[in-house]
């Protein structure tokens, strides 16, 4: 049985929750966690006190099988979303561009620079060309 909850209600239980975020490649969205359950897809999040994680087994699970998996996540704190599918996505909020890619790095980096980053005060992530643009 599924239980279904207003936007309001969802608001009150997860905003300000800390939770993770990764790009779900089947839905061509953002996929967003709190405690190990996708509890909502979103085309745009907003997250606060942000730690980049990228689980080092899947990294080299993706490099030995040359087949993607979900093991890169946006942690943080979650101020602001918009459900997929979005008809009003903001636009790009910075030119400061962080991204992954596990046949080229460790980490998540600075697009263009390939600065490692680790954390950052806030992120807006916009399910468009760039996706991920640090904030603060």
């Given amino acids: 049985m599924k239980i279904l909850i207003t936007e309001s209600q969802f ?6 929750k800390r939770v993770m975020v990764y790009y779900n490649l089947h839905k061509n969205t953002f996929s967003i966690q709190y405690q190990g359950k996708v509890i909502v897809h ?10 980049f994680r990228v689980r080092k087994g899947g990294k080299e699970k993706v490099r030995d099988e040359k087949r ?7 942690i943080g704190n979650l101020v602001e979303y918009c459900q997929f599918p979005c008809d009003n996505m903001p636009e790009e909020s910075s030119e400061v561009v962080a991204t992954y890619n596990p046949y080229l790095n460790d980490t998540f980096v600075i697009k263009g620079t390939d600065t490692p980053i680790l954390d950052a005060g806030e992120v ?3 399910n468009r060309r760039n996706k991920l643009f640090i904030v603060k």
């Fill in 124 to 126: 807006d992530m916009i």
């Fill in 11 to 16: 608001d009150n239980l997860f905003l300000g």
């Fill in 42 to 51: 979103a085309d745009y999040v907003k997250l606060t006190d942000v730690e």
């Fill in 68 to 74: 993607k998996n979900v093991h890169a996540f946006v």
